[in-house]
């Protein structure tokens, strides 16, 4: 085998790990944004009265609280998503770099040099513009906000009906099971774009890698950016062969698991 069928099958098993570490990120992201639920419970406690309802006049007061909680879970939300970022950018590095040791005998960057890159990519990660025009922390703020609002909702109709605080507290799992989607996409984006930045980042750096191929992701759909980006042949190296300047690559679309591989320089491509 060559060495660049060799370093193909590293980097497809690569990424097909990554694509069991991202399922585990998002677990850790729910449940990381759900200690919320525990702060709304405690909450919930100090304006029950002894028969474990809430008074509706104390609604109002109870409902202005919710600014400390949608603060919270921006801070739960932030920490996570910024610790999920730097593992996967982590982790394809290292991954890269033990791959084309055992196949070319040289990393792309020296060992020394991988800390900086992998932070290198956390900072683009987090300031990148996105198409809806938001950075990640601006849709930290927005999932906080939705989440805040349904629970604003939830909370008002059970006081109002008099509901047990027992029962406010299973209609808050409620708001936040429903919500779970939109965590697990920015767990998908986020995580996937800081792979296919830092498979970038470490072959921009490499002296013999001449392109980046580009696999579409798993959802296989026509028109998504990835795929119609895997049948492009910009530089007449192959469709789907892009620089590692090519910032499109990083990140497609929304909820992208594209992923990239390497075209050793003195290769021929398909
Ligand atoms: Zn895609």
């Known amino acids: 085998m060559s060495a660049q069928s060799e370093l193909n099958a590293i980097f497809e098993k690569l990424?097909?790990?990554?694509?069991?570490?991202?399922?585990?990120?998002?677990?850790?992201?729910?449940?990381?944004?759900?200690?919320?639920?525990?702060?709304?419970?405690?909450?919930?406690a100090d304006y029950s009265t002894k028969d474990g309802?809430?008074?509706?006049?104390?609604?109002?007061r109870l409902l202005r609280e919710l600014d400390e909680v949608e603060t919270l879970m921006r801070n739960y939300g932030t920490t996570a998503l910024d610790s999920i970022i730097y593992e996967s950018a982590t982790f394809a590095s290292s991954g890269i770099n033990a791959g084309m040791v055992s196949t070319v005998g040289v990393?792309?960057?020296?060992?020394?040099?991988?800390e900086r890159l992998?932070?290198?990519?956390?900072?683009?990660?987090?300031?990148?513009?996105?198409?809806?025009?938001?950075v990640l922390s601006d849709r930290i703020w927005r999932?906080?906000?939705d989440m805040r609002d349904e629970l604003s909702k939830v909370l008002r109709a059970d006081i109002i009906r008099g509901e047990s605080v027992s029962a406010m507290i299973a209609n808050v799992r409620?708001?936040?099971?429903?919500?779970?989607?939109?965590?697990?996409?920015?767990?998908?984006?986020?995580?996937?774009?800081?792979?296919?930045?830092?498979?970038?980042?470490?072959?921009?750096?490499?002296?013999?890698?001449?392109?980046?191929?580009?696999?579409?992701?798993?959802?296989?759909?026509a028109n998504h950016q990835c795929t119609i980006l895997s049948k492009e042949d910009r530089y007449?190296?192959?469709?789907?062969?892009?620089?590692?300047?090519?910032?499109e690559i990083y990140s497609p679309?929304?909820?992208?698991?594209?992923?990239?591989?390497?075209?050793?320089?003195?290769?021929?491509?398909?």
């Not at 990393?107 to 991988?114: D, P, R, T």
């Not at 936040?176 to 965590?183: C, R, V």
């Not at 007449?236 to 910032?247: E, R, S, Y």
Request: one cysteine or more; aromatic letters at 8%; glycine letters at 10%.
């Open 253 to 270: 679309h929304p909820n992208c698991t594209s992923f990239l591989t390497y075209v050793l320089d003195g290769e021929v491509l398909r």
């Open 174 to 221: 409620k708001v936040h099971d429903n919500e779970t989607w939109k965590i697990r996409r920015l767990v998908v984006t986020e995580g996937n774009t800081a792979y296919r930045t830092a498979t970038s980042y470490n072959a921009k750096r490499s002296d013999i890698v001449k392109g980046l191929l580009i696999h579409r992701g798993k959802a296989n759909v």
């Open 53 to 60: 309802t809430i008074k509706r006049q104390r609604l109002s």
């Open 107 to 114: 990393g792309a960057v020296a060992s020394a040099q991988l």
């Open 143 to 145: 999932l906080s906000g």
């Open 15 to 44: 990424a097909k790990d990554y694509g069991k570490l991202n399922a585990k990120q998002q677990e850790f992201a729910i449940k990381e944004v759900g200690r919320v639920r525990g702060d709304i419970a405690d909450l919930l």
């Open 118 to 134: 992998n932070k290198d990519v956390f900072e683009y990660v987090i300031k990148r513009y996105g198409d809806d025009g938001l």
């Open 236 to 247: 007449g190296l192959g469709a789907g062969v892009f620089k590692p300047n090519d910032t």
